[in-house]
């Protein structure tokens, strides 16, 4: 098999990791690299061809695959050029920054016939398929409630570097929580409605810095989720995981499914049931650890990628699927400050419809 070629449009933080997780793959090679500080990047990477201007490099080396990690206000002009020249895309989240500007990029998408992967990398994660098959499986019966955090503390230094952090957008409902929400869609279904509130009372920034979520599924399922990033606790799904040298591993769950017959801890998948076949709360419950294989969840999507490019799989989430997750996040900022609940299903179906998949060969 030739190796696929592929670019990168922006090298920040994000960028670099995927540099990083491309320079240690197999099956593709680095064409490029597109980011307005050139001469810079260069200096980071001086084997790598650096330009200004994206489309350059687009039309110079002519990539069959690109990843878009450029600022989120950015990613659908990138994408909608990629798509111009038949270049499949892995477009980091959020897919784009707007409904508007995810409906111009699903339609360039349809109308290329090219591949799309949003990059919200969790869907790649062992624990994650594990968690999917055993609620698809109703090992713990019908799905009742999820109860879920994301607390952290993040530093000063933090907003220092960046202070657009302090700013409407740059709190944890935007920057951390859109993580969440995808999860929980991609775990338990789509959602319904959301209600929410918000506070800045530890940091007085113009931002939140905590939120309160009040989420409806489809599938009758109520959800809470408490984030901050102004409390320390050792419950997010990075610590848990272990994902990222820069979150020190905890170990601790920090999500509990609870269902008709029994719980489920993630990301440590202990399983709660009670013997017989009548639950009742006058009986004992007994736990059980499942083990799911850990890996890389950055190298298992860009496994996927490739699958997606040679034609041997469908898109675990293509751009429309991006964008229902976009939705049910603006949502959240929005329920906290009408403080009404806010329903998903309208906006939802004024996404274009998605591409036919194309079948596994």
């Not at 050139?38 to 350059?56: H, L, S, T, W």
């Not at 190298?299 to 996927?304: E, K, S, T, V």
Request: charged letters at 20%; one cysteine or more.
């Amino acid at each position: 098999m030739t190796n696929i070629a592929i670019g990168v449009i922006g090298a920040g933080l994000i960028g670099r990791k995927h540099l990083a997780k491309i320079a240690e793959h197999p099956d593709f090679d680095l064409a490029g690299i597109a980011d307005v500080n050139a001469e810079q990047v260069a200096a980071q990477n001086p084997a790598a061809r650096v330009f200004a201007d994206y489309r350059a490099m687009l039309d110079e080396t002519r990539p069959d695959a690109v990843i878009i990690a450029s600022p989120n206000q950015l990613h659908a002009e990138n994408g909608i050029e990629c798509a111009r020249r038949g270049i499949h895309i892995l477009i980091e989240k959020p897919v784009t920054d707007t409904l508007a500007s995810a409906n111009a990029l699903i339609s360039a998408v349809k109308a290329a016939g090219i591949q799309s992967l949003v990059g919200h990398h969790r869907r790649h994660h062992r624990q994650v398929a594990t968690l999917r098959s055993l609620l698809n499986e109703r090992q713990i019966g019908d799905l009742v409630g999820v109860s879920a955090i994301w607390s952290v503390y993040k530093p000063d230094p933090y907003f220092k570097i960046a202070p657009w952090r302090t700013q409407a957008g740059g709190g944890p409902v935007l920057i951390n929580l859109i993580h969440e929400i995808d999860f929980l869609r991609f775990s338990v279904g789509e959602i319904a409605t959301v209600g929410a509130v918000v506070s800045n009372r530890q940091r007085g920034f113009a931002v939140e810095d905590t939120a309160g979520v009040l989420i409806e599924f489809e599938n009758g399922a109520i959800g809470t989720f408490f984030a901050s990033d102004s409390a320390v606790s050792p419950w997010t799904t990075e610590q848990g995981v272990g994902e990222a040298p820069e979150f020190p591993f905890s170990g601790e769950s920090s999500y509990r499914f609870m269902g008709s017959r029994g719980a489920l801890e993630f990301p440590n998948l202990v399983q709660w049931t009670q013997a017989g076949d009548a639950p009742s709360w006058n009986e004992p419950i007994q736990a059980r650890r499942i083990h799911a294989p850990t890996l890389d969840p950055y190298i298992a999507q860009l496994d996927h990628f490739r699958d997606l490019i040679l034609g041997k799989a469908a898109s675990l989430q293509p751009v429309e699927d991006g964008a229902r997750t976009l939705i049910a996040t603006l949502a959240v900022a929005e329920a906290a400050a009408t403080g009404q609940r806010i329903d998903l299903r309208e906006r939802c179906a004024t996404l274009l419809p998605p591409q036919p998949e194309r079948k596994a060969s």
